[in-house]
């Protein structure tokens, strides 16, 4: 497993570290709320991409190749959730005090890297390629989780510092709601290879 470390850490910073819906989560949250606020959301999408790749390697994959069902019904319930989602970036207004002007919290990012189509398929890619079936699964799978999760939290925390200097920038509200809709929109866009299938 040790000689795969360098071509796993190659995978997961490709995987990571270039945009989709985690990406445009956590840059148009720091546009919006600045560094500091988006941390629950960092924090809480990196142990959402754990946790899956934790579950997916000790048995969750086997229980949706058996039953086809259950891989649909999370691809529907998963692209409701990002385009609630996306609608709660569009309507962001953190200047104007309404109970929506908070950033997406620990639990919702949770939530919403589960059902991030990107965040499955680099969680099934990492499994597929760098383990073994003459090793230690349990070690093989903690250690790509734990891999995968340290560099989402990278990308997080790379993405959100960009969005809070974009933020810096973005100083009217008519530039501010053109840059949440056009956000939504990238997260939108990103549920058609989805859904298409």
Known sequence: MYELMGPLVLFAAVMTLTPGPNVVLVTASGVNFGFNRTIPQ?????????????????????????????????????????????????????????????????????????????????????????????????????????????????SCVIWAGFGTAIGRFIATPRTRAVFNWAMAGLLVLSLIPVLWK
Not at 108 to 135: H, I, M
């Open 42 to 154: 960092m924090l809480g999408i990196t142990f959402g991409f754990g946790a899956m790749a934790m579950a997916t390697g000790l048995g969750i994959a086997g229980l949706v190749q058996a039953e086809p069902r259950v891989h649909v019904a999370l691809k529907y319930a998963g692209a409701a959730y990002l385009l609630y989602l996306a609608w709660r970036i569009a309507h962001a207004q953190p200047g104007a005090g309404s109970a929506r002007a908070r950033p997406i919290g620990f639990i919702e990012a949770t939530l919403f890297t589960l059902a991030n189509p990107k965040a499955w398929v680099s969680v099934l890619g990492a499994l597929a390629a760098f383990t073994t079936a003459d090793r230690n699964l349990v070690w093989q799978t903690s250690l790509i989780s734990g891999v995968l999760a340290a560099f989402c939290l990278l």
